[in-house]
């Protein structure tokens, strides 16, 4: 086997940076409490739009995206704690990305629904 086959050696990385990587993980965790918190108070809170569903619809993409956000931060903290082991580069993350586009998605369709069928009750 060559130094180049055999696979990295494991050390225990300096604590303060798994303690950061921890601190990035439960700050995505709370990020995704938070959307979750969103999607319960839009049904729960918003009157409803002129459309059928429309708070259920974007209270589901909330939650979904939410879970999404779980998902991602679990996969990114494992990766980052495997490279600080292993002494390789950090992996790129497609999370912030994915969080942008769909809180950007749910916004433009609250003031299309509210601009366009107004809120009942209001």
């Known amino acids: 086997m060559s130094e180049s086959d055999e696979p990295a050696k494991e050390h225990e990385p300096d ?18 409490l ?7 108070a839009i049904t729960q809170l918003v009157p409803d739009f ?4 429309a708070r259920e619809l974007l209270a589901a993409m909330l ?4 879970v999404a956000v779980v998902a991602g931060s679990a996969l990114r ?6 490279a600080m082991r292993c002494d390789a580069p ?13 809180v950007v998605i749910v916004g433009v369709l ?9 809120v009942n009750g209001a």
């Open 15 to 32: 604590y303060r940076f798994t303690l950061a990587n921890e601190r990035t993980f439960l700050a995505w965790i709370r990020t995704a």
């Open 90 to 102: 950090l992996p790129s993350t497609l999370l912030p990305w994915l969080l942008a586009g769909g």
């Open 63 to 66: 939650a979904i995206l939410s």
């Open 34 to 40: 938070a959307l979750l918190a969103g999607a319960v």
């Open 77 to 82: 903290w494992r990766s980052a704690q495997r």
């Open 50 to 53: 002129g459309i059928p569903h």
């Open 110 to 118: 609250i003031m299309a629904f509210a601009l366009t069928y107004g």
